[in-house]
């Protein structure tokens, strides 16, 4: 499928054997992709903190629709979850989402756009740490993570609708 665009199905064989260039190191692009994703989840986190939801990673338990988000203990084990989630009761309405779920449903706009936006950066943070192949859901996730980002950092703008792609010549041609 790349092969339209200029690449051969081997030349990552022939990259891979290439020579690093100096003084960059090949998790340099990594590391500054966790960078901006950290930096766009903060943003996120920044929407929630606005509108009284927690702020930091993590999964989360309510009871009722009214009661407080408490954040679960980071160091329980799955089968701890689990076993949490089975022992409320039913009909005290308990709850449990982790942080990018929690705004999800909200009736707030922004809300369900910073749920997106950690949503999507979740995901690619994981492909990325992992060294995971990155699939066309990530690549599509990645092209809409920076127009939701813009969006978030400037709260006048319409939430709906992104503004058209526009092509302009390079400066200095006429």
């Known amino acids: ?56 990673p993590g999964q989360y338990r309510q009871r009722g629709r009214e009661g407080a988000w408490e954040k679960v203990a980071d160091d329980l084990t799955p089968a701890e979850k689990w076993a949490m989630i089975e022992a409320a009761p039913p ?30 950066c979740r995901g690619l943070r994981a492909r990325l740490t992992e060294e995971a192949p990155i699939s066309p859901q990530d690549l599509a996730d990645a092209i809409r993570l920076g127009a939701s980002w813009r969006r978030l950092s400037n709260p006048g703008a319409p939430l709906d609708a992104a503004g058209p792609l526009l092509f302009l010549p390079p400066e200095g041609d006429d």
């Open 91 to 120: 009909k005290e309405g308990w709850r449990f989402a982790s942080l990018e779920h929690l705004g999800a449903r909200s009736r707030i706009a922004e809300v369900r756009q910073a749920a997106a936006l950690l949503t999507a």
């Open 1 to 56: 499928m790349l092969g339209r665009f200029g690449r051969r199905r081997d030349d990552h064989a022939s990259r891979a054997a290439a020579p690093e260039r100096p003084g960059r190191s090949p998790d340099e692009g990594v590391d500054s992709l966790l960078v901006e994703i950290a930096a766009m989840e903060a943003a996120a986190a920044g929407v929630y903190g606005r509108h009284g939801l927690p702020d930091q």
